[in-house]
């Protein structure tokens, strides 16, 4: 049987995980960036530039701006479609593969403590985010 978590569970669950991300060494991504990259990761591929800003409903260049910094950071790459070389492929990376494993575990352990709390208290899982960290 699942267990579902309250909205403010949630809630807890993806501040403890961004805090947890910007508290870490290593890069530090902004919502869009994170919002295409989770994307890219999560949903069906074949993936591209103007595909991407369709499915989030923001412009081509603020997609090609949050694939700069992918790319950058090695955890996307950008390929020509050798069958229509106006169109721009989005391809994952071993490193973009390891970073969303490393969400995950984060996210495991701020759901685990947010479900050792009481259902009548809010979920406060700084601990989680800070051993994570």
Do not use: C, W
Request: hydrophobic share 40%; aromatic share 4%.
């Amino acid at each position: 049987m699942p267990v579902y978590n309250a909205p403010d569970q949630l809630i807890g669950i993806l501040r403890d995980t961004v805090v947890a991300l910007v508290r870490r060494d290593g890069h530090d991504l902004s919502a869009r960036q994170l919002g295409v990259f989770l994307t890219v990761y999560m949903g069906e591929g074949p993936h591209t530039v103007r595909g991407l800003a369709a499915t989030l409903n923001v412009s081509k260049p603020a997609i090609t701006r949050a694939l700069d910094r992918l790319g950058e950071l090695d955890l996307a790459r950008r390929k020509t479609d050798p069958q229509d070389r106006r169109s721009v492929l989005v391809q994952r990376t071993v490193k973009g593969a390891a970073f969303l494993r490393e969400i995950r575990g984060i996210m495991v352990e701020a759901d685990s403590v947010a479900h050792a709390v009481s259902p009548s208290e809010p979920a406060n899982t700084e601990s989680a985010a800070r051993r994570a960290g």
